[in-house]
């Protein structure tokens, strides 16, 4: 909702002014379609031929995403932190061979099945099993299993800053594409030279939209949106964060209560269950 009003806003302010300084809008919309098409063009153009195929789907899929509300909110990050409080409950009362079917069928466990917004997430549930799964085997001690953490967690940082990193480029690369559809437009009224100062003016003027247009789309448009994409993702890598130092607490000895205590403190603040909502949910769940 926010993006739509800003661009709404910053539209409004931008083309509102110039026309109450009693610009002519017509010569603008005049020349919309010819240099939209030039300057959109060459961008999808050199978009493509910049990226791998899985980067353009993840750029089309972060574009969407835009314009959706958060799904990182505090009712999810208290559902993580209870299943991970429930699972290495389980584990501490029953022994860590307990939670091995739980484990190795996830879709069919009772404790996952008890929080379904983050057994419907593939991504996190996988990454809560592979390191339980470690852990149950018992071949591998902390250290290695952060280290682990981490490699995997930096893969998903680069793949999930991909598609940011494209639209970056495609922002930096508009207002060239704009110069080019202007020059091009000074070519095309320098070969009309012999025409009257008014179709020469207004030659002149379609040329400059390209320009205006291209700065417009980099700075109004497309640096905001990989700006809020990157945020995003940002909100994507603190929830395996928060899985990998509740797991990790586990693992050197802290009980339950306390190590989701360590997930929760690593969470952002305005998504941050305070201690007595995480202790009351928890509590709920039983």
């Known amino acids: 909702m926010f993006v739509i009003v800003g661009f709404l806003i910053s539209m409004a302010c931008i083309f509102g002014v110039y026309i109450f300084h009693g610009g002519n809008i017509g010569v603008i919309l005049k020349a919309l379609p010819f240099e939209m098409t030039?300057?959109?063009g060459a961008a999808i153009g050199a978009f493509l031929i910049n990226n791998q195929m899985k980067v353009v789907k993840a750029t089309l899929a972060g574009f969407g995403q835009c314009f959706?509300?958060?799904?990182?909110t505090?009712?999810?990050y208290m559902e993580l932190l209870a299943l991970q409080f429930d699972i290495l409950q389980k584990a501490r009362k029953e022994g860590l061979m307990a939670i091995e079917q739980d484990v190795e069928n996830p879709e069919q466990s009772a404790l996952f099945k008890k929080y379904p917004v983050i057994s419907a997430d593939h991504h996190v549930v996988e990454f809560i099993t592979d390191y339980l799964r470690m852990m149950v085997s018992g071949n591998l001690n902390a250290h290695e299993i952060e280290s682990l953490m981490d490699a995997e967690i930096e893969t998903h940082h680069q793949e999930a800053h991909a598609p940011v990193a494209a639209i970056g480029r495609?922002?930096?690369a508009l207002p060239a594409f704009g110069i080019v559809a202007a020059v091009l437009g000074v070519v095309n009224t320098m070969g009309s030279v012999g025409q009257p100062p008014a179709v020469l003016g207004g030659m002149i003027g379609s040329a400059l939209v390209g320009t205006?247009?291209?700065i417009l789309l980099a700075y109004g448009v497309f640096e905001p949106l990989g700006g809020l994409l990157e945020q995003k993702t940002e909100e994507a890598s603190k929830e395996f964060l928060c899985i990998k130092t509740t797991l990790l607490a586990s693992m050197q000895g802290y009980a339950p209560s306390t190590a989701i205590e360590f997930g929760?403190?690593?969470l952002f603040s305005d998504v941050r269950p305070s201690f007595s909502e995480l202790e009351g949910h928890v509590k709920g769940k039983k």
């Open 264 to 266: 929760r403190k690593v």
């Open 38 to 40: 030039t300057i959109f």
């Open 68 to 72: 959706k509300g958060s799904r990182f």
């Open 170 to 172: 495609l922002a930096g």
């Open 212 to 214: 205006f247009l291209g």
């Open 74 to 76: 505090k009712a999810r």
